[in-house]
């Protein structure tokens, strides 16, 4: 019999992984960073998209077609293979890996299927030590559970035929069903629905402030806010006194509000809401449409970080947040750190501006803004990059957001951040 499980996939990857830095050139750091596999992910998944229609050349398990498939890219294809799943079967965290990743990396090894690499096993090290006996056992087994899929797929078939007569008949019974429906289910929902939201209200103290008019105005609109985050980053051998803008833009909306970071590398999106007079609480991740990993960010929220902010009638308001230095790889680290907003205006006209030659030349994130002032249109462009403090107009921004406004989690040696010597 050959292997299964743990050992199975941990081994099929390693070889795989040999092969693709061997054919591209390219190499394959193996560690807890999803990105790093993505390339062998999209090889094999050019493999597992076809499952549908090669069980008979190839030797593999059956796949029912992927009715999306047409419309759909990677990774969003039934079939398809992701960073994150090859990375989690490395690491020993699968136990039972799909059945068409595991065929997949057959065929790319072995060109065939795990079926026919049964009948014919040409690499020893997936062979686990016993009889003939057992082997023929293990084989007759598989093949004996296809024959069972392929009468059941036959079964499936004929039964439709023998609905269709019965069609007429609950047609008529839905209908009915739907009438009754129509007056008794959306009183019933609306009440239901109502009292969950009560309730996740109450557990989870959302909206207990009203706020006034004028709370409104100062806190909806367009800021910019300035962070030193970069500082953080260990990885960064230049990192003394780097700070980056972020816009930010915040509307209301029923109570609290929209709240929208665009920073240097990705976007922030989340919501605030007030907690008492002039007392903010934001709440924000990063943008699950620039998430690498669909399966993954319907599970968590990446880089989560809340802030404390209190709008005082000063030009520049700080916030004390639990944000991370957005580092590589296993450098990300939860940090404590003060960050400086500064309102730019209201939000009417806001536009991120991408793959342009641009960007290319600044080597950075380009917003647009258009106000209307006084029934003029102002035009402005924002930079959004990593830069040195001393480059910062404000000078009053200096001592608010230099090294010393962040914090680790974890002690770290040699974690103030000094100037180095060039």
């Given at each position: 019999?050959?292997?299964?499980?743990?050992?199975?996939?941990?081994?099929?990857?390693?070889?795989?992984?040999?092969?693709y830095q061997n054919e591209t050139g390219k190499e394959i750091i193996q560690n807890t960073n999803r990105k790093n596999y993505e390339?062998?992910?999209?090889?094999?998944?050019?493999?597992?998209?076809?499952?549908?229609?090669?069980?008979?050349?190839?030797?593999?398990?059956?796949?029912?077609?992927?009715?999306?498939?047409?419309?759909?890219?990677?990774?969003?294809?039934?079939?398809?293979?992701?960073?994150?799943?090859?990375?989690?079967?490395?690491?020993?965290?699968?136990?039972?890996?799909?059945?068409?990743?595991?065929?997949?990396?057959?065929?790319?090894?072995?060109?065939?299927?795990?079926?026919?690499?049964?009948?014919?096993?040409?690499?020893?090290?997936?062979?686990?030590?016993?009889?003939?006996?057992?082997?023929?056992?293990?084989?007759?087994?598989?093949?004996?559970?296809?024959?069972?899929?392929?009468?059941?797929?036959?079964?499936?078939?004929?039964?439709?035929?023998?609905?269709?007569?019965?069609?007429?008949?609950?047609?008529?019974?839905?209908?009915?069903?739907?009438?009754?429906?129509?007056?008794?289910?959306?009183?019933?929902?609306?009440?239901?629905?109502?009292?969950?939201?009560?309730?996740?209200?109450?557990?989870?103290?959302?909206?207990?402030?009203?706020?006034?008019?004028?709370?409104?105005?100062?806190?909806?609109?367009?800021?910019?806010?300035?962070?030193?985050?970069?500082?953080?980053?260990?990885?960064?051998?230049?990192?003394?006194?780097?700070?980056?803008?972020?816009?930010?833009?915040?509307?209301?909306?029923?109570?609290?509000?929209?709240?929208?970071?665009?920073?240097?590398?990705?976007?922030?999106?989340?919501?605030?809401?007030?907690?008492?007079?002039?007392?903010?609480?934001?709440?924000?991740?990063?943008?699950?449409?620039?998430?690498?990993?669909?399966?993954?960010?319907?599970?968590?929220?990446?880089?989560?970080?809340?802030?404390?902010?209190?709008?005082?009638?000063?030009?520049?308001?700080?916030?004390?947040?639990?944000?991370?230095?957005?580092?590589?790889?296993?450098?990300?680290?939860?940090?404590?750190?003060?960050?400086?907003?500064?309102?730019?205006?209201?939000?009417?006209?806001?536009?991120?501006?991408?793959?342009?030659?641009?960007?290319?030349?600044?080597?950075?994130?380009?917003?647009?803004?258009?106000?209307?002032?006084?029934?003029?249109?102002?035009?402005?462009?924002?930079?959004?990059?990593?830069?040195?403090?001393?480059?910062?107009?404000?000078?009053?921004?200096?001592?608010?957001?230099?090294?010393?406004?962040?914090?680790?989690?974890?002690?770290?040696?040699?974690?103030?951040?000094?100037?180095?010597?060039?």
């Open positions: 019999m050959i292997k299964t499980g743990k050992e199975e996939i941990k081994y099929l990857l390693y070889k795989c992984i040999e092969k390339g062998l992910a999209i090889e094999l998944s050019e493999i597992s998209k076809k499952l549908p229609f090669t069980d008979q050349q190839l030797g593999h398990d059956i796949y029912p077609q992927d009715k999306r498939q047409k419309e759909a890219n990677y990774p969003f294809r039934k079939y398809d293979i992701t960073g994150g799943q090859i990375k989690d079967a490395l690491i020993g965290l699968v136990s039972n890996p799909r059945n068409f990743l595991v065929d997949a990396c057959y065929i790319y090894l072995y060109q065939m299927g795990r079926l026919a690499f049964l009948e014919n096993p040409v690499d020893e090290n997936l062979v686990n030590l016993g009889s003939d006996e057992d082997k023929l056992e293990g084989g007759g087994l598989i093949r004996e559970n296809q024959a069972l899929k392929l009468k059941l797929d036959q079964f499936e078939k004929n039964k439709l035929g023998s609905r269709s007569r019965w069609t007429s008949v609950l047609c008529i019974i839905g209908f009915i069903a739907i009438a009754l429906a129509c007056f008794y289910i959306p009183s019933k929902m609306y009440l239901e629905a109502n009292n969950k939201l009560e309730v996740l209200k109450k557990d989870l103290n959302i909206l207990p402030y009203k706020i006034s008019l004028a709370e409104k105005e100062r806190l909806e609109g367009l800021w910019i806010c300035y962070t030193g985050s970069p500082q953080a980053r260990i990885s960064d051998s230049d990192r003394y006194q780097k700070i980056v803008p972020n816009i930010v833009e915040i509307k209301y909306k029923d109570g609290y509000f929209i709240y929208k970071r665009y920073g240097a590398s990705f976007n922030h999106l989340g919501f605030a809401q007030f907690e008492g007079p002039n007392l903010v609480s934001v709440f924000s991740k990063v943008d699950a449409k620039e998430s690498d990993n669909k399966e993954e960010r319907e599970y968590f929220n990446e880089s989560p970080r809340h802030s404390l902010l209190e709008l005082t009638k000063d030009s520049l308001i700080t916030s004390i947040s639990a944000s991370w230095n957005f580092d590589y790889g296993n450098n990300n680290k939860i940090i404590g750190i003060r960050e400086v907003y500064k309102k730019l205006g209201t939000v009417s006209d806001l536009k991120e501006v991408t793959n342009t030659l641009e960007n290319a030349s600044c080597k950075c994130k380009i917003i647009k803004w258009n106000e209307v002032k006084d029934n003029k249109v102002i035009n402005k462009i924002f930079y959004i990059k990593n830069m040195y403090l001393d480059s910062i107009e404000h000078k009053a921004l200096f001592p608010l957001i230099n090294e010393n406004s962040i914090i680790f989690k974890d002690p770290i040696n040699d974690s103030v951040i000094i100037k180095i010597k060039k």
